[in-house]
């Protein structure tokens, strides 16, 4: 059976770090592509970044390039998002996510979601 699960939210002041880990079960991570998302209240889920399954290439979205780093486990079949100088607006329940083979920025054909874990930036 997949499962992902999410660890490593928390709060944090703007300025801080968070270190996010998915924890891939029931999958090959040489199969399936992981992208993080993120929501916030009211607001559309957002693709932030993807690492594809063949070659580990990745994917950031222009709010967060530069300040997050996608990394693949592949003995521990985990997912990690190193997430650097955040800021407010990065506040939100980030979630990972398994599609097959290649990476998108949309959520739509992604078959696999985690429950998220929250994440908050304030002093």
């Known amino acids: 059976q997949v499962q992902l699960v999410e660890s490593g939210g928390g709060l944090v002041q703007p300025g801080g770090s968070l270190r996010l880990s998915c924890a891939a079960s029931?999958?090959?991570?040489?199969?399936?592509?992981i992208g993080w998302f993120r929501q916030a209240p009211g607001k559309e889920r957002e693709g932030l970044s993807c690492?594809?399954?063949?070659?580990?290439?990745?994917y950031y979205t222009n709010s967060v390039k530069g300040r997050f780093t996608i990394s693949r486990d592949d003995a521990n079949n985990t997912i990690s998002l190193q997430m650097n100088s955040l800021k407010p607006a990065d506040a939100a329940m980030y979630f990972c996510?398994?599609?097959?083979?290649?990476?998108?920025?949309?959520?739509?054909?992604?078959?696999?979601w985690g429950l998220g874990t929250q994440v908050a930036v304030s002093s």
């Open positions: 996510a398994a599609k097959r083979n290649t990476c998108s920025s949309w959520p739509w054909g992604y078959d696999y």
């Open positions: 029931g999958l090959s991570l040489d199969d399936f592509a």
């Open positions: 690492i594809s399954s063949r070659s580990g290439s990745t």
